[in-house]
């Protein structure tokens, strides 16, 4: 059976392969297909359509996106194109080839509609340009392929990868691996993380079993860069004193809710069939700093 991975380069992306290269079973079973992003361009339709026509892969695991939310502001509409549109032609591949897709989305689809807590059957509503870009990747799965798709909502993803794109984990650890005296983080705005290795082990699952469309898979509790940054440092022993500061100082770029808490499925669903482990993100965020395998953070190289 061939599996389509887009985005493999990305943080989750290779987050995933390095999993499922330790799954025998996995790696026996699948053929993997891993396209570059300049193989499978989401900007370039007619390619996209090209690739899932000669390759025919079975299921895709669509990660591939764009992510800059800076990017997202001054250009709105190459994030339609390539996290809406090129999702509607995966999803019309699907639809026409018998295929599944399972899509990776975000927590930030939420916000038009505040609530305290957010299930995966409210209302979304997304604030940003890169945020509705999900929001419409999702529509189009639900309404051209109702029952051959899964979409897995994430919060802020722990991992540290050698990647262009930094994100905060990967900000975190090397801004505390320098030491300095002081590093402020914000301390207002509070978001679910996810752990990449339970991403991993949520899609293996997935691979073989069709019971679930929507999944919210994130640690309990939210957690704002300030409680994380102090979480990592305390894990390493790092003396550098991390300073609360507030979202205005850091001059939000987008208008996003600075409170978005989704509900992980495994809280609230009695029957769910995921049996992973369901821990506050202290927890999540200590596991993930054990995984790096170091006694303290100047080991790591890049
Ligand atoms: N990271 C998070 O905190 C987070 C949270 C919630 C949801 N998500 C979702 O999780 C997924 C993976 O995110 P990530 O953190 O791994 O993102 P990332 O590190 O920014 O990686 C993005 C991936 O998409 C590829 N890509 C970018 N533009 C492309 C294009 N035009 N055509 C084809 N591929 C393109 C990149 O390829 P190149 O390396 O070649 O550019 C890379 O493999 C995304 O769908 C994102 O929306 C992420």
């Not at 390539?82 to 995966?90: D, G």
């Not at 990647?163 to 691996?177: E, N, S, T």
């Not at 409680?227 to 022993?237: E, G, L, S, T, V």
């Not at 205005?248 to 495994?266: A, E, F, G």
């Amino acid at each position: 059976m061939k599996i389509l991975l887009t985005g493999a380069s990305g943080n989750l992306g290779m987050a995933l392969l390095a999993y499922f290269q330790t799954q025998k079973t996995i790696t026996n079973h699948y053929e993997w297909l891993t396209p570059s992003s300049s193989e499978f361009d989401l900007l370039n339709i007619e390619q996209i359509k090209q690739y899932l026509q000669i390759n025919q892969p079975e299921i895709i695991i669509h990660c591939a996106a764009l992510t800059d939310g800076k990017l997202a502001k001054t250009n709105p509409e190459i994030f339609i194109q390539a996290n809406s549109y090129a999702t509607k032609n995966i999803a019309e591949y699907c639809a026409n080839a018998g295929a599944r897709c399972i899509f990776i989305s975000t927590q930030s689809v939420f916000g038009q509609y505040p609530k305290d807590i957010y299930y995966e059957g409210d209302k979304i509503g997304a604030l940003d340009n890169y945020s509705l870009s999900k929001q419409r990747g999702e529509e189009y799965l639900q309404q051209i392929i109702p029952n051959q798709h899964v979409i897995i909502r994430l919060g802020r993803l722990m991992g540290y990868y050698p990647h262009q794109r930094v994100k905060f984990f990967q900000y975190a650890i090397d801004a505390l691996r320098q030491n300095p005296p002081t590093i402020e983080a914000v301390a207002d705005e509070y978001e679910n993380i996810s752990s990449a290795v339970h991403v991993a082990k949520f899609i293996e699952r997935a691979l073989t079993h069709q019971d679930i469309k929507l999944y919210h898979l994130v640690s309990k509790g939210g957690a704002s860069r300030y409680d994380i940054m102090k979480k990592i440092a305390d894990y390493f022993q790092v003396t550098t004193e991390i300073i609360p500061i507030s979202l205005q100082k850091m001059q939000k770029l987008n208008n996003v809710p600075n409170r978005v808490n989704l509900l992980d499925s495994r809280y609230h669903q009695a029957d769910s069939p995921i049996i992973l482990p369901h821990q506050p993100w202290q927890d999540d965020v200590g596991d993930y700093c054990q995984s790096l395998n170091l006694s303290n953070l100047t080991q790591i190289t890049k």
